[in-house]
């Protein structure tokens, strides 16, 4: 009987936005399935999805002082920002 053994021992990578606003600080999980691939090979997720998974809106981070918004690739418990969110861009977002 043959053996099959795996060629690669991939990391279990994870994610997470961290949110900075003037009074506090918030910490959000990101599920697998919101990754997306580019075509470049950069890795996104949308900022909107994570936040309505977790009943928060635009409008909110707006009320709280929004000050900073990172995108982390967590690979073996080392954390990476991999995206700087221009904080500018989201809140003239919430402008209707």
């Given at each position: 009987?043959?053996?099959?053994?795996?060629?690669?021992?991939?990391?279990?990578?994870?994610?997470?936005?961290v949110i900075e606003c003037k009074s506090m600080q918030i910490t959000l999980t990101v599920d697998?399935?919101?990754i997306i691939h580019n075509a470049d090979g950069d890795i996104d997720c949308p900022l909107e999805t994570v936040l309505r998974k977790n009943n928060f809106t635009l409008y909110e981070l707006k009320k709280w002082g929004l000050v900073n918004i990172q995108f982390i690739e967590i690979i073996n418990e080392e954390e990476t920002i991999t995206n700087q969110?221009?904080?500018?861009?989201?809140?003239?977002?919430?402008q209707f």
């Open positions: 009987m043959r053996e099959t053994k795996p060629t690669h021992n991939y990391p279990s990578n994870k994610y997470k936005y697998n399935n919101d969110i221009d904080c500018e861009t989201v809140l003239q977002s919430t």
